[in-house]
């Protein structure tokens, strides 16, 4: 895991599915681009077991 930048949808949704497969934690900034384009995608991951933890 490491700091990575979200710089349109899809390239989001993919270090969102690499955060979760990377041994550390990994940082996604600009995941409003994420979280517009893909509807309760947080819990829909949570309800797989995926740790993911959003901060303001």
Known sequence: GS???????????ALVLAGLCAENTTVIYNVELIERGYEN??????????????EE
């Open 3 to 13: 700091p990575v930048k979200a710089t349109d949808l899809r390239a989001g949704a």
């Open 41 to 54: 995608l947080v819990e829909k991951l949570k309800n797989l077991g995926a740790k993911i933890l959003i």
